[in-house]
């Protein structure tokens, strides 16, 4: 018997298994090493399609660092010390630099997170902004975009002589990847602008995803190309793009141009993260990685996501998600109303919300397989989802004689299954 330790929150829940009836959708121990201070230097001093960062700095310049929020792991707190460190070597007082978190339309981050994110020492000695897409005041106008998207975003993208985007890579299940464009949009954007390019996910006139949406998808995936020319219109100097581990440490660090590093970053990414599989198989048990993929259920359908990949249609998911704050939304369950996914993705067309959209995706997989989620949730609302609550994992596999057979996907969000030869 095998036996591995599945991430739930900050704690886990270990499981024995046989290896010739569950296989484990993971990269082999010990294969990806954090990198150190002077390796994440020599990145930063090899950019990708671009100068270095120091060579565009002259004095009285001001800077804007543009960093993710809690929802993700990006090795931020590393990298950014790192990146301070050297603006201020290079003759920008602290007090002209700044940081900006991405939330997008997620809640503020909060004190103790910009220490996690930035360290204490960071957090104390530089002046944070918070975004919030509904503040007029704090956002500007740019022309629309060829597409007709209304391009609106935080006022503070325009008010500095240098923007630098920090994030980190991982699968989107429809921009195809994070990072790069979309600390711009989503990440600070307006919310009508955040709507407008979420809403190219689905075609309506069909039905389902439009064509070329998807997780790793980025030629010809409308919401990347939209993202794309949003960040064009701001034109950040520099950004740096990171690839962290099971803990959230950096393991690779590419930077540079922001499109082309970015590209080169999910190329990366994707080679390292696919995971060939022979056959989808009945039973798939799915950790989301522990916090902060499961802090909340919005957070924990991406790993539901890529779990549908390894999962025979009608089969069983048995995901595991703490989501210490509940749904991410207070709101979210009001789309759980309509009786099926055609008819709320009816609902969408005519009244379009960004996480209805989620919500769509959810009820998709709930339709094509069952999904039985361990969390912290009330029962009652992982019911109205559609799914079947657990409150273990030894009950959720209770269900399953000896000879059930599986994947087992320890960091669910972080390795896409590819059907093919394995």
């Known amino acids: 018997m095998a036996h591995i330790d599945l991430a739930y929150g900050d704690s886990v829940f270990p499981l024995e298994f046989n290896e010739s ?16 201070d002077a390796e994440i230097g020599k990145a930063l001093d090899s950019p990708i399609a671009g100068p270095p960062l120091e060579e565009m700095l002259n004095a009285g310049d001001s800077i804007l660092l543009v960093v993710s929020d809690a929802t993700r792991a990006t090795g931020s707190a590393q990298i950014v010390n790192l990146l301070v460190r050297r603006i201020i070597q290079h003759g920008i007082s602290p007090p002209d ?81 994070t990072g790069g464009r979309k600390s ?18 689905l ?21 990347h190309l939209e993202c794309d020319l949003i960040a ?13 581990d099971e803990r959230g440490r950096v393991v690779s660090v590419l930077a540079g141009h922001w499109r082309e590093s970015h590209r080169k970053a999910c190329e990366r990414y994707l080679t390292g993260h696919s995971i060939a599989i022979p ?52 709101d979210f369950l009001k789309w759980f109303e309509s009786g099926d996914s055609s008819a709320l993705e009816q609902l969408l067309h ?26 912290q949730l009330p029962p ?15 009950e959720a596999l209770s269900e399953f004689g000896p000879d059930a057979s599986g994947y087992i996907m320890p960091r669910g969000a972080a390795f896409l299954p590819i059907l093919g030869a394995a």
């Not at 957070?299 to 749904?327: F, N, P, V, W």
């Open 97 to 177: 630099i700044a940081i900006i978190f991405a939330t997008g339309i997620h809640r503020r981050v909060t004190a103790a997170e910009k220490e996690e994110l930035l360290t204490p020492f960071i957090a104390q000695r530089i002046r944070t902004i918070d975004h919030d897409p509904e503040n007029e005041e704090r956002l500007v106008l740019f022309d629309d975009t060829s597409r007709g998207t209304p391009v609106r975003v935080n006022r503070a993208l325009t008010e500095f002589t240098h923007v630098i985007l920090v994030g980190g890579i991982a699968f989107h299940y429809f921009a195809g990847f």
């Open 380 to 394: 009652e609302q992982v019911r109205k989802m559609r799914m079947v609550p657990a409150e273990s994992l030894d």
């Open 184 to 201: 711009i949009c989503p990440g600070l954007a307006a919310a009508e602008t955040i709507r407008a390019t979420h809403m190219l996910a």
């Open 232 to 244: 064009e219109k701001i034109g950040p100097s520099f950004c740096v793009n990171s690839i962290v």
């Open 279 to 330: 056959e989808k198989r009945k039973v798939v048990i799915a950790s989301c990685g522990g916090r902060p993929y499961d802090i909340n259920f919005i957070q924990a359908h991406k790993t539901l996501d890529m779990a549908s990949y390894a999962c025979e249609e009608g089969g069983t998911i048995i995901l595991l998600a703490e989501c210490s704050e509940g749904l991410g939304r207070s």
């Open 350 to 375: 005519e009244t379009y919300e960004v996480n209805g959209q989620t919500a769509w995706a959810l009820l998709t997989k709930a339709e094509a397989f069952k999904v039985v989620v361990v969390s």
């Open 203 to 223: 075609d309506f006139k069909t039905g389902g995803r439009r064509a070329g949406v998807g997780t790793a998808l980025l030629d010809g995936n409308p919401i």
């Open 21 to 36: 009836q569950f296989r484990s959708l993971s990269l082999e121990e010990n294969v990806e090493r954090p990198l150190s």
